[in-house]
């Protein structure tokens, strides 16, 4: 199968399911209000924008503006995802404190972004390039802490409900969080294949968790 073809197909489908998740969890807010769902939407939505962006690129089209927000976007929805579940915490210091360093390392992730040159990073269709070190550094500083937020919250409350759904959450945020690391192996649209089992886990993960 073409490499281009196949990059084409498996981000247009991540990008639909993300889509479809976000639209989800924005109805549930809707009908419950609940902040965590506003948060875990907002996160959703980033990931079906940066998906799309991913499609812009398999199809070839690429400037800095295109590639900072992809990159911009992908730091913030892990961010976003976490401040969904920082709202189950009852500790208002806690939620307080993430959301001072949340706001604070996104404001850094936009700083270097803006103001670093980024190359051509596409590779075969795919993000697959050498990023600068700064926004590398930046990003993790975001991603990292808000990885395990959700993993942390999700696991506690697996042990307090039994819900197993929850492990469908701690296993597509790892899936997606670690998703970059396949960059070392010699097909790198190995990327996108997983973050469409990550953003299946997650579905099944908050699908179920809002009943």
Same mark, same amino acid.
């Given at each position: 199968?073409?490499?281009q073809f196949?990059?084409? %197909? =498996?981000?247009? *489908? %991540?990008?639909l399911?993300? #889509?479809?998740?976000?639209a989800?969890?924005?109805e549930?807010? @809707?009908?419950?209000?609940?902040?965590s769902?506003?948060?875990?939407?907002?996160?959703?939505w980033?990931? $079906?924008? =940066?998906?799309?962006?991913?499609v812009?690129f398999?199809f070839?089209l690429?400037?800095? !503006?295109?590639i900072?927000?992809?990159?911009?976007?992908?730091?913030? !929805?892990?961010?976003?995802? $976490?401040?969904?579940? @920082?709202m189950?915490?009852?500790?208002? %210091?806690i939620?307080? +404190?993430?959301?001072?360093?949340?706001?604070?390392?996104? &404001?850094?992730?936009?700083y270097f !972004?803006?103001?670093?040159?980024?190359?051509? @990073?596409?590779?075969?269709?795919v &993000?697959?390039?050498? %990023?600068?070190?700064?926004?590398?550094? =930046?990003? /993790?500083? #975001?991603?990292?802490p808000?990885?395990? &937020? @959700?993993i942390?919250v +999700? #696991?506690? /409350?697996?042990?307090?409900?039994?819900?197993?759904?929850?492990?469908? *959450?701690?296993?597509?945020?790892?899936?997606?969080?670690i998703?970059?690391?396949l960059y070392?192996?010699?097909?790198?649209?190995?990327?996108?294949?997983?973050?469409?089992?990550?953003? !299946?886990?997650?579905?099944?993960?908050f699908?179920? =968790?809002?009943?």
């Amino acid at each position: 199968m073409d490499i281009q073809f196949a990059v084409i %197909i =498996s981000t247009i *489908i %991540i990008t639909l399911l993300s #889509a479809a998740l976000a639209a989800l969890l924005t109805e549930t807010y @809707i009908k419950k209000r609940a902040v965590s769902h506003l948060f875990w939407s907002a996160g959703m939505w980033l990931f $079906a924008i =940066s998906a799309l962006l991913e499609v812009v690129f398999a199809f070839g089209l690429y400037s800095q !503006l295109l590639i900072k927000t992809y990159l911009l976007m992908v730091s913030l !929805l892990v961010e976003f995802l $976490a401040m969904g579940s @920082i709202m189950l915490v009852k500790n208002r %210091i806690i939620k307080y +404190a993430y959301s001072v360093f949340a706001a604070a390392s996104a &404001v850094i992730v936009a700083y270097f !972004l803006i103001t670093t040159n980024i190359g051509n @990073i596409i590779s075969e269709y795919v &993000v697959y390039g050498v %990023i600068p070190p700064m926004v590398i550094v =930046s990003s /993790s500083v #975001a991603t990292f802490p808000a990885a395990i &937020v @959700i993993i942390a919250v +999700a #696991a506690l /409350s697996y042990l307090k409900t039994r819900n197993k759904k929850m492990l469908s *959450i701690i296993l597509g945020v790892i899936i997606v969080s670690i998703a970059g690391t396949l960059y070392i192996v010699e097909f790198p649209a190995a990327l996108y294949f997983a973050e469409f089992i990550g953003i !299946l886990m997650l579905w099944i993960g908050f699908y179920d =968790s809002k009943k």
